[in-house]
């Protein structure tokens, strides 16, 4: 459902999951979340993380980049998504 929503949306959007947990971590946290930053420059822009729960410290990491963002006004919004 999150995948059709974005794509219906008039802003950019990066949408990533971690299913598959031996393979994510906080680094690919921090490399998917600086994919949405990119994309989000110009216009803003959506960043859907499925499955988030899967990442170990993810809220550790997601609370970091979070307020990265709030502080330097990176107009992303951030739609966290889990079981």
Request: aromatic share 8%; proline share 6%; net charge negative.
């Amino acid at each position: 459902m999150a995948r059709q929503v974005l794509a219906d949306l008039p802003m950019p959007s990066h949408y990533a999951t971690a299913d598959e947990p031996t393979l994510r971590d906080r680094e690919w946290l921090s490399r998917e979340w600086g994919i949405a930053r990119e994309k989000a420059e110009e216009r803003g822009g959506v960043f859907v993380l499925d499955e988030a729960q899967k990442i170990p410290g993810w809220s550790e990491t997601v609370k970091r980049l979070w307020d990265e963002d709030a502080a330097s006004g990176c107009p992303l919004r951030v739609v966290l998504l889990g079981s």
